[in-house]
């Protein structure tokens, strides 16, 4: 079944210590979305990709990265984790054509920074 | 600024009773869509209204959207234990095509008692 992917589903790291998170998509929707959701609390946009252009939502602090190096994967970079990163990370997909087009998520990936 | 504010924040019902949740927001949008999530899972899409459109069924579902008062509701109808998760309501803003983009609100928690 077509799907968005995410691996690992739970991933600990450090303080400070680099972290990527992966998703991927067999769906080959043009738009890749990173969400950061926090207990009990709304997701938030960090950024999307259109193809290969980045859009970075104004308030994703700089110490969050993103990578897609083609259609099928994004990566989500966290290059210094600190405590009030941990949460969970939400990919989505949209096949961005029309603006009507749901987002299809991912099963998340929960990060604990120790 | 976040969009969707969801009413009430927590909910407790009965098997077989129906449910209700409100959503407000601030901005003119394209669409309104709601989605559930099952504890430390991914968003599922349930249903989209269009800002044209003032009410959508699927399935136990329905959905009504009031583009004057800036609302919505959603009905599950003959709940079932199944359907304890939180929902959460989430606006299409006026950008277009992949520059548009879902803003979520912080959720309503379900709680379906067998």
């Known amino acids: 079944d077509a799907m968005v992917i995410q691996n690992p589903r739970y991933q600990v790291t450090q303080f400070g210590k680099p972290v990527t998170l992966s998703c991927s998509q067999t769906?080959?929707?043009?738009?890749m979305y990173w969400y950061q959701q926090k207990s009990s609390q709304a997701p938030k946009l960090l950024f999307h990709?259109?193809?290969?252009?980045?859009?970075n939502e104004a308030d994703t602090p700089d110490n969050f990265q993103s990578r897609r190096p083609n259609t099928s994967f994004c990566f989500l970079d966290i290059r210094s984790p600190g405590l009030g990163d941990a949460a969970m990370y939400l990919c989505?997909?949209?096949?961005?054509?029309?603006?009507?087009?749901?987002?299809?998520f991912g099963p998340g990936t929960r990060l604990l920074v120790l | 600024s976040q969009q969707g504010e969801e009413d009430p924040q927590a909910l407790s019902i009965q098997e077989g009773e129906n449910a209700t949740m409100n959503c407000s927001y601030k901005?003119?949008?394209?669409?309104l869509q709601w989605y559930r999530q099952n504890s430390g899972r991914g968003l599922v899409h349930l249903i989209l209204?269009?800002?044209?459109?003032r009410e959508k069924h699927s399935g136990r579902l329905r959905v009504t959207l009031d583009t004057s008062k800036k609302s919505s509701s959603l009905l599950i109808t003959a709940s079932r234990a199944a359907d304890t998760a939180s929902y959460f309501c989430?606006?299409?803003?006026?950008?277009?095509?992949?520059?548009?983009?879902?803003?979520f609100g912080k959720g309503i928690t379900l709680s379906v008692r067998p």
């Open positions: 989505a997909t949209r096949l961005g054509l029309v603006v009507y087009e749901t987002q299809y």
């Open positions: 769906l080959n929707h043009n738009v």
């Open positions: 990709y259109y193809d290969k252009d980045f859009n």
């Open positions: 901005t003119s949008i394209n669409n």
């Open positions: 209204i269009r800002s044209n459109e």
């Open positions: 989430a606006t299409d803003g006026r950008g277009t095509g992949a520059n548009s983009k879902l803003t």
